[in-house]
């Protein structure tokens, strides 16, 4: 069914993120750990790595539903990847909520004003507001994809999930993401029970986790 732009533009608007052991291992090990890297826990500037260097970071979102992990774009979003990261590795999405679930079309979260607890405002002083890096990619199922208000310059820290291919979002929004596994999950999420656009029961993120995976 169509949308008006100005009805999407409404429903995304944004209202105000194991070390290695040291006994040897088998080759199949090694294949095992390539394949199932362990969560980054040292800092990592982001700031400082390469399109190419941050297409090797992926991200674990631990929802309350189930995990769902994201790859990146850092080809055509590199400053909206970086954020992305930063976000999650200072722990802001932590604690947050799946806030807007509108069947067939998105997931979103993200929003600072869902989590618990709150940002301090010491914290708050962390988000920043993103210049657009519209592309050519079209926002098909599982593109990740920025949420933001009136202004072109207004995304921060909240973002959507397509459930479905949505072409009056293309050049409107920023793709710096898509989902690499769980998709089954966003199915969950999108199909819980809603008041509104609001799942009447709140589903969390719990957490994210930073992965470097190995090209």
């Not at 732009?5 to 209202?15: E, K, P, R, T, W």
């Not at 993103?130 to 202004?151: C, N, Y």
């Not at 089954?184 to 029970?193: D, L, R, T, Y």
Request: charged residues 20%.
């Amino acid at each position: 069914m169509a949308r008006s732009f100005g009805a999407v533009f409404c429903l995304l608007m944004l209202v105000s993120c194991d070390r290695n052991s040291n006994q040897p291992q088998s080759n199949d090990a090694n294949r095992k750990s390539a394949n199932h890297p362990s969560p980054i826990r040292s800092f990592v500037s982001f700031s400082q790595k390469s399109s190419d260097q941050l297409k090797n970071y992926q991200v674990i979102l631990k929802t309350s539903l189930g995990n769902i992990t994201l790859g990146f774009f850092p080809d055509v979003a590199p400053e909206h990847v970086r954020n992305f990261l930063r976000l999650c590795q200072m722990g802001f999405y932590d604690h947050t909520a799946w806030h807007r679930v509108v069947r067939n079309f998105v997931i979103q979260g993200g929003d600072m004003g869902s989590r618990n607890p709150p940002l301090q405002m010491a914290e708050s002083s962390g988000i920043r507001r993103l210049q657009p890096e519209f592309s050519k990619m079209k926002h098909v199922e599982g593109i990740v994809s920025m949420a933001r208000g009136e202004g072109l310059d207004s995304a921060e820290t909240s973002f959507f999930i397509c459930l479905d291919a949505q072409p009056v979002l293309d050049n409107k929004y920023t793709i710096f993401g898509k989902v690499v596994s769980g998709m089954e999950v966003v199915a969950k999420i999108s199909n819980v029970p809603l008041e509104g656009s609001k799942p009447r029961e709140r589903v969390e993120l719990i957490g994210t986790d930073i992965l470097e995976v190995t090209p």
